[in-house]
Antibody, heavy 119, light 112 residues
Framework: EVQLLESGGGLVQPGGSLRLSCEASGFSFTTYAMSWVRQAPGKGLEWVSGIDGSSDNTWSSDSVKGRFTISRDNSKNTLYLQMNSLRAEDTALYYC????????????WGQGTLVTVSS | DIVMTQTPLSSPVTLGQPASISCRSSQSLVHSDGNTYLSWLQRRPGQPPRLLIYRISNRFSGVPDRFSGSGTGTDFTLKISRVEAEDVGVYYCLQATDFPRTFGQGTKLEIK
């Protein structure tokens, strides 16, 4: 059974940093690209960042480029999102999801971890 | 970036009646591998996004057959043949043909 479990969310002040983790199980982690998706209160789903299975390629949305860094440790089956220079508008529920590598793309999601940026 | 535009943004439906949501992309979603990576997801309060349909028309495991997807190129449709109470939520189209991945704005399905 595919499982994705996020952790690391919490309350942080503007300008602060946070690192999210997503532990994967039930599939060959190295085979799949992974993505982070967020949903701010009252807003729609927003793709944040993605990384391929070997970490050779990463992609990020313009809204987080230069502030957030996606990475993965295939030996630990874990995906990360390092978030620096956090802003109030980064407040959201953050999900990790399985991206390309086999059907179905975005078929599996974690339960989400809440990040609140506030003073 | 590929822009995904959904219509309508709100859809009041009577139980047992059909519902339809459209999604248009700003450019073709046909990937160089020949596949079209257009998906539909459902978002219910308190739950993570749930994949309903992938690659335009493939129902994901466990998804009732009242959900169907169709379309080609830049125009896609999600149809619910007979809406049930549990279908209330927000529906999103998603393109995974290119990076950055992009979602539609979401369509809120509610019961009249």
């Amino acid at each position: 059974e595919v499982q994705l479990l996020e952790s690391g969310g919490g309350l942080v002040q503007p300008g602060g940093s946070l690192r999210l983790s997503c532990e994967a199980s039930g599939f060959s982690f190295t085979t799949y690209a992974m993505s982070w998706v967020r949903q701010a209160p009252g807003k729609g789903l927003e793709w944040v960042s993605g990384i391929d299975g070997s970490s050779d390629n990463t992609w990020s949305s313009d809204s987080v480029k230069g502030r957030f860094t996606i990475s993965r440790d295939n030996s630990k089956n874990t995906l990360y999102l390092q978030m620096n220079s956090l802003r109030a508008e980064d407040t959201a529920l953050y999900y990790c999801a399985r991206d390309y590598g086999g059907d179905p793309i975005f078929g599996y999601w974690g339960q989400g971890t809440l990040v609140t940026v506030s003073s | 970036d590929i822009v995904m535009t959904q219509t309508p943004l709100s859809s009041p439906v009577t139980l047992g009646q059909p519902a339809s949501i459209s999604c248009r992309s700003s450019q073709s979603l046909v990937h160089s591998d020949g596949n079209t990576y257009l998906s539909w997801l459902q978002r219910r309060p308190g739950q993570p996004p749930r994949l309903l349909i992938y690659r335009i028309s493939n129902r994901f495991s466990g998804v009732p057959d009242r959900f169907s997807g169709s379309g080609t190129g830049t125009d896609f449709t999600l149809k619910i043949s007979r809406v049930e109470a549990e279908d209330v939520g927000v529906y999103y189209c998603l393109q995974a043909t290119d990076f950055p991945r992009t979602f539609g704005q979401g369509t809120k399905l509610e019961i009249k």
